[in-house]
């Protein structure tokens, strides 16, 4: 609706997890690294966690575009499913075949011989696990028991766990201590710190279009005093703001 009328070719703070559009922010970078590392160096799980609306999804969009062309990846976003459905979720997004009367077992043989024709091909798997903090406690040991798909020198399959605060507190139950002891990168996204309100507000302007700043310093400063720094919020109260611009006719947001 207000796109015309500032001059934008798309809206700038849709809250999709849109990768296209991440800021990297001194946090985000950081979080991104050791996704990066632990994908690619790490022998057992990484492990990202924050607040609600800080940006994890994206980051993981981000991570994997930026994967070579020869790595597989599994994203799993919804996380109420049993041990059984989680492994009939990872075999559809890896595109492998299964029967309905498949048991544990089949699906990780299958999934096992898998994965050592892909790395005998020069291929790696990933799987992310988004929304992680719902996981049960059966799904969770299941999927440790996923990192035992190994050679003598490899780790054949690599697990992101990506959640809110709630699951660095559900991985330290005593039942889930073998979990916690095979995270080999972790990181705790924090919201954007006041000073990169502006910078944020105006990369995404850019992306979008924008010709030149849209918001006044002092309307920044606003939106970080309500939004506390978080990115969802960030958009939600910038979109407002456009449109309350473009119903009373403002070139820019004050």
């Known amino acids: 609706m207000y796109t015309a009328h500032f001059g934008l070719n798309a809206a700038p703070f849709s809250i999709t997890p849109d990768p296209h559009y991440l800021y990297l922010s001194t946090r985000h970078r ?74 544990l077992k089949d699906f990780i043989d299958a999934l096992y011989s898998y994965l050592l024709t892909a790395q005998s091909v020069g291929r790696s798997t990933v799987l992310v696990l988004d929304e992680a903090q719902n996981l049960s406690v059966e799904v969770l040991e299941q999927v440790r028991l996923l990192t035992n798909l190994e050679t003598a020198s490899h780790k054949l399959l690599q697990i992101v766990l990506v959640g809110q605060p709630e699951l660095k507190t559900l991985l330290k139950q005593n039942n889930l201590r073998q979990l916690a002891q095979r995270i080999t990168a972790r990181y705790h996204l924090l919201p954007l710190p006041s000073k990169d309100i502006q910078a944020y507000i105006n990369h995404r302007l850019s992306i979008s279009g924008a010709r030149g700043p849209l918001f006044t310093k002092a309307a920044a400063k606003e939106v970080y005093r309500y939004s506390g720094g978080v990115p969802r919020l960030i958009n939600i109260i910038c979109d407002r703001a456009l449109l309350g611009g473009y119903v009373h006719n403002k070139d820019q947001i004050e």
């Open 30 to 103: 950081e979080a991104l690294a050791h996704l990066l590392y632990g994908v690619n160096e790490g022998p057992g799980f990484v492990l990202l966690t924050g607040e609600v609306g800080t940006g994890k999804t994206t980051l993981c969009r981000s991570l994997i575009e930026q994967l070579p062309d020869t790595v597989d990846v599994a994203l799993l976003l919804n996380p109420r499913v049993s041990p059984i459905e989680l492994l009939a979720a990872l075999f559809d997004e890896l595109r492998i075949s299964y029967e309905a009367e498949f048991t």
